[in-house]
């Protein structure tokens, strides 16, 4: 990290990294074929705790592979929250279906009491399938997002996909090593409890391999086809048959050597995320005006990112004026983004009374949190948000 600007959320590579990569280019294994796909498999299986773990090129290809797993086809509908990265919104395209977004909760994830009474009072359930009253669309699937790091209220909506035979494809990719702490799923990691979770080690996530992915699951059939379709579905890899239409979505070896020494310091990288949240907002305590969102009360969160609350009114400056503040004084920062459903690519699709998103969309600020981050570097976010005010 540079001494001068303060990045909202960088890499730090200080482990085992170079000697990993370094064994993948002494042995000449740099694509997917390569002892350290397969390890960084079996690594992430075990810290999640899944039977399985595939390695994908991306996150956003790891949802795509879960959505065509589900059986999610044309014409379908996905159920999807509105604050979201667009990336899983825009996997619901890739397989045909269309998405029907759903408000947030305290914690910017979906809004489980909206999702309930959708469910209950706006579609019909014939005993096998869950249908859209509106749009007479056949409801498929969730995509939960745990934003942030922080778990989804997952139980209620594991006993509404239960109840309405719907695939629940975690998208864990801002979440790995988040859990819950109480309840049916107590110790469960984010990501182990749908029937897929879709894990991101892209450049700015709380590790990352560059680019890649994971799909994690405890069916093994589904992890067998996920295989399968993520490397252009071969059937007979001497004569190239292919009997389905396959993927290139296979993690390389050098980036999963990187994932390997990653993962070594997940721990160590969680306890400083939750460190510096902490410091923060002991600090933003002092601020009228200003809060972070903390972790429910049944949820411990990797608090990968901090998600800052400006009341305009009490702070006496606006999220947005905030923002070109710590600009000027080299520090990134980025307001939350722009909500899913008020995309252009998306106007036209359903979405179930949606207002508390509104008001987090125009008050979230996220303000820097990579693992480098020092007491210095905090020290220098809080002078500029106390002298903003
Ligand atoms: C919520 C969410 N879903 C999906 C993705 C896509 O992951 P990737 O960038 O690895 O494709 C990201 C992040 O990039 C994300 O934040």
Redesign the pocket.
């Given at each position: 990290m540079s001494k001068k600007s303060i990045p909202l959320s960088v890499p730090s590579i200080q482990g085992n990294e170079w000697k990993y990569v370094k064994e993948c280019l002494d042995a000449e294994w740099v694509s997917s074929k390569g002892s350290y796909v397969s390890k960084f498999e079996s690594d992430i299986a075990r810290y999640a705790g899944t039977e399985y773990a595939v390695a994908c090129s991306?996150?956003?290809?790891a949802?795509h592979i879960s959505l065509i797993l589900s059986g999610v086809v044309e014409h379908d509908e996905v159920i999807i929250p509105t604050v979201?990265?667009v990336?899983?919104v825009n996997t619901v395209r890739y397989v045909g279906a269309r998405p029907i977004f759903m408000d947030c909760d305290d914690y910017l994830n979906i809004d489980i009491d909206k999702l309930t009474e959708f469910c209950n009072r706006e579609c019909d359930f014939t005993g096998k399938e869950l249908i859209n009253k509106k749009s007479k669309s056949r409801i498929k699937a969730i995509i939960p997002?745990h934003?942030f790091g922080n778990p989804v209220n997952i139980e209620p909506l594991m006993d509404l996909a239960y109840k309405y035979n719907l695939k629940v494809i975690e998208?864990a990719?801002?979440s790995l090593g988040s859990y819950y702490t109480g309840g049916r799923y107590n110790n469960k990691k984010t990501g182990t409890i749908g029937d897929f979770g879709?894990y991101?080690?892209?450049g700015?996530?709380i590790i990352t391999t560059g680019?890649?992915?994971m799909i994690v699951t405890n069916n093994q059939e589904y992890a067998q086809k996920a295989k399968y379709l993520t490397t252009q579905a071969k059937d007979d890899s001497l004569r190239y048959i292919h009997n389905e239409i396959g993927y290139n979505y296979r993690m390389t070896n050098v980036q999963a050597a990187i994932g390997c020494a990653q993962l070594e310091q997940i721990d160590n990288y969680i306890e400083i995320k939750r460190n510096n949240f902490m410091a923060y907002r002991k600090a933003v305590s002092d601020i009228e005006g200003l809060d972070l969102i903390g972790e429910p009360d049944y949820g411990f969160s990797n608090f990968w990112h901090y998600s800052l609350l400006v009341d305009e009114k009490e702070y006496g400056c606006s999220r947005d004026e905030l923002i070109q503040r710590l600009s000027d004084n080299n520090i990134q920062s980025r307001p939350l983004w722009r909500l899913s459903h008020l995309q252009q690519p998306y106007e036209d699709f359903g979405a179930y009374k949606i207002n508390r998103a509104l008001y987090y969309q125009k008050r979230v600020l996220s303000i820097p949190c990579s693992v480098g981050l020092k007491e210095e570097h905090i020290r220098k976010v809080i002078s500029v948000l106390k002298n903003a005010q």
């Open positions: 991306n996150g956003t290809s949802l979201t990265f990336a899983p997002v934003i998208d990719t801002e879709c991101s080690f892209n700015n996530k680019g890649g992915g």
